[in-house]
């Protein structure tokens, strides 16, 4: 639960806060704007992140109460530590291998090079196109993505009750995805730390003989010219790690010939400076730059998984949902406000829009300053476009579609809300009002049928009261 008013959401409050507001639905929505409106008075100067936890701060269970955003969080706590001391230990583990050396074979440089160094910074690209492998494609049921949430689905129900429904599907899997990678940047940024540790460890208490060795083509000439590119970032300021022509002329070593040929150790030097800058620069500072760069994105994705599910846009609405009761103009209307359709209209007088869908209810039951378009059933697609034009464009407000429950929603009216939302622009609500047959409350299983069907739409701002 936040402590201040300003705070930013958490992970565990975005995972939190969506399934409390489910759970809220049980609430009459009078009373749920009620509610909320009276706490959203005092947070109106506040950016919509900031509201929501101010609201969650007034509502929130207490603070030690155990919630899945809190068991997700504990989780991904002990990943992390898990990632950090695996790396660790392994970074230090592979580094003691490598640089092992009791006076007779001198550490061939290219070998410490390519595991220290190189097969780390191929790790590394890798690593950077985890967030490409979505749960939900690439592979389908057999990318990594879809493993890993499905181990997590299964063994940890926190992770099964944030993932349990299709609201916000997309936003919730780049929020597994980011936090994917940067648990690997945390195990390759450990990798690389600890094995230049162990280098420089190992160069300051006991003496390293390094050489080059290989059976393939390779004269001096050209690892000179490798070695030389590859130290281009340090050369200018630091030139005594770069080994010269000489030097790697002189350390180039035949196994065959040990008991014949000498090696100058101090004239060989350069080569641990040159695989100390090498981890570095080529190990340390991108990993750490990737963990950086995934842990910002990760966040990221933590706030935008909050305002991607629908209750939250339909909270912040209700949070702005001005202090306005729908009166009663004439004796007609004021029987109708008695019946099971009043709701539509307690304290939703800010409906910019209401759009009947379908003949779902009369004209005469809504209040005579509303803008009405009527839409669907035996209207022509074309018509119910040219209907938009009584609509403004980048609405900033709520478009109310009222609909008949009890009628399964078709393609017809996915169609409809998306051509709507493209003409309306993204900051408008679109508020789908199912409707129970001769104006009955609809039921519980047929508010379900469509909250289901308008999750495939992926946008947040169409909700179902």
């Known amino acids: 639960m936040p402590t201040e008013t300003n705070a930013q959401p958490s992970l565990a409050a ?31 100067a506040l950016a919509p992140a900031a509201r929501v936890m101010h609201w969650w701060q007034a509502v929130a269970p207490e603070p030690g109460e155990s919630t899945p955003g809190a068991a997700v969080m504990r989780l991904l706590r002990r990943l992390g530590f ?8 392994s970074g230090a583990g592979v580094a003691a291998a490598v640089l092992r050396y009791d006076g007779s074979d001198p550490i061939n440089i290219l070998i410490a090079f390519g595991l220290l160094v190189a097969l780390p910074s191929v790790f590394l690209v ?14 389908g049921q057999t990318n990594v993505g879809h493993i890993v949430l499905g181990f997590l689905r299964r063994y940890y129900p926190a992770f099964d009750e944030f993932f349990a429904t299709r609201h916000a599907d997309r936003a919730r899997d780049r929020v597994l995805r980011w936090r994917f990678t940067l648990s690997s940047q ?46 281009s970032p340090w050369s200018a300021w630091l030139p ?17 010939e040990q008991d014949t040929r000498e090696l100058d150790a101090v004239a060989l030097t350069p080569w641990w400076r040159f695989l100390a800058l090498s981890l570095a620069t080529y190990g340390v500072v991108p990993r750490a730059c990737a963990f950086v760069f995934a842990w910002h994105r990760a966040r990221a994705a933590e706030r935008a998984v909050l305002f991607a599910h629908p209750e939250v846009r339909a909270l912040l609405d209700r949070l702005d949902a001005p202090e306005i009761a729908a009166g009663a103009t004439s004796a007609e ?38 803008l009405v378009i009527e839409a ?40 409809y809300l998306t051509a709507l939302r493209a003409h309306i622009g993204a900051d408008a609500s679109i508020v789908v009002q199912p409707c129970g047959e001769a104006q009955t409350p609809p039921q519980a299983q047929d508010l379900a049928v469509w909250r289901a069907s308008l999750a495939r739409l992926d946008d947040p701002g169409i909700y179902v009261q």
């Open 14 to 44: 975005a995972i939190d806060i969506p399934l409390w507001l489910e759970r809220d639905r049980e609430t009459p929505w009078a009373q749920r704007v009620r509610r909320d409106r009276a706490i959203g008075r005092a947070a109106t």
């Open 82 to 89: 898990i990632m950090v001391v695996a790396g660790g230990l």
């Open 126 to 139: 890798g690593s950077l196109l985890l967030p490409l492998w979505s749960s939900a494609s690439f592979g």
């Open 186 to 231: 945390q195990l390759g940024l450990a990798f690389s730390v600890t094995a230049l540790a162990t280098l420089l460890m190992q160069a300051s208490f006991s003496d390293l003989a390094f050489a080059w060795s290989t059976t393939l083509s390779v004269d001096a000439q050209q690892l000179h010219e490798a070695i030389s590119a590859i130290a």
């Open 240 to 256: 005594e790690a770069v080994p010269d022509l000489r030097v790697i002329e002189q350390s180039r070593y035949f196994r065959l």
């Open 333 to 370: 209307h004021a029987a109708t406000a008695a019946n099971a359709v009043a709701p539509l209209f307690d304290g939703h007088a800010d409906s910019d829009v209401i759009v009947i869908w379908n003949d779902a209810i009369a004209r005469t039951v809504l209040p005579p300053e509303a």
């Open 376 to 415: 669907g059933g035996e209207r022509s697609p074309a018509e119910d476009r040219e209907a938009f034009e009584g609509i403004p464009r980048a609405l900033h407000g709520i478009v109310r579609v009222v609909t008949k429950a009890w009628e399964p929603p078709l393609l017809e009216l996915h169609d």
